[in-house]
């Protein structure tokens, strides 16, 4: 088993719709729980990151851990062909830069 | 600022060649990473420096890679005879790390698209 599994899609959706994206993981140790967002010929950009279980909500986006699960998501409302990207997680154990683990990443498509 | 910068953009090669991959870091920051993204893998960590200093470089698939950061300011990833499976994308990712931060904000260039026929 992985220690990070995510549905690489594609998965498209048209405009306005509520996306949901997820990951499962098998490392009790993560704590640190982020998602990056990937546009085609880009390097990743941070989108969402959080400490422990819970939701953050910034926007469009809101990202909610699950320990208990092992489960993380991320949803996007009133999705835009702006959003059209592929969307990876990632997470790691300890503070600081330590190597994040990425999931391989969901390839999204909004269609106006 | 100019954010991270690498360089080539792409790379074609034959098999046996030597290949050098270049990173400019954002200015500041104090640990890079070098990732290399394949459709089947996906993004791998190949190896991560602190203070140009390696840390970790488990990740390096085998002696022809290898990677050095002489500067703070630059890094080269090598690989030495390039192969047909070093086919990917490489980034190259730089951050500020604090002992007692909970930041893992990386910052990616847009990577080099390596192709080895």
């Known amino acids: 088993q992985k220690e990070v599994e995510q549905d690489p899609g594609p998965l498209s959706v048209p405009e306005g719709a509520i996306v949901s994206l997820n990951c499962t993981y098998s490392?009790?140790?993560?704590?640190?729980f982020m998602w990056y967002r990937q546009y085609s010929r880009k390097g990743p950009e941070l989108l969402m990151y959080?400490?422990?279980?819970g939701n953050k909500e910034d926007g469009r986006f809101t990202a909610q851990v699950d320990k208990s699960s092992k489960y993380i998501s991320l949803f996007i409302r009133d999705s835009q062909p702006s959003d059209s990207a592929t969307y990876l997680c990632?997470?790691?154990?300890?503070?600081?830069?330590?190597?994040?683990?990425f999931g391989k990443g969901t390839r999204l498509s909004v269609i106006a | 600022d100019a954010g991270v910068i690498q360089s080539p953009r792409h790379e074609v090669t034959e098999m046996g060649q030597e290949v050098t991959l270049r990173c400019k870091p954002i200015?500041?920051?104090?640990?890079l990473f070098w990732y290399r993204q394949t459709m089947m893998r996906g993004l791998e960590l190949l190896i991560y420096?602190?203070?140009?200093?390696?840390?970790?470089d488990s990740g390096m698939p085998e002696d022809r890679f290898s990677a050095k950061m002489p500067n703070a300011s630059f890094s080269t990833l090598k690989i030495q005879p390039s192969e047909p499976r070093d086919s990917a994308v490489y980034f190259c990712?730089?951050?500020?790390?604090?002992?007692?931060?909970?930041?893992?904000?990386?910052?990616f260039g847009s990577g080099t698209q390596l192709s080895v026929l």
């Open positions: 990712a730089s951050s500020f790390f604090l002992l007692d931060s909970r930041s893992e904000k990386l910052f």
């Open positions: 490392n009790s140790a993560f704590q640190y």
């Open positions: 959080t400490y422990s279980s």
């Open positions: 990632a997470m790691s154990a300890r503070p600081g830069n330590t190597p994040l683990v």
């Open positions: 200015s500041g920051h104090n640990s």
């Open positions: 420096f602190n203070n140009n200093v390696p840390i970790d």
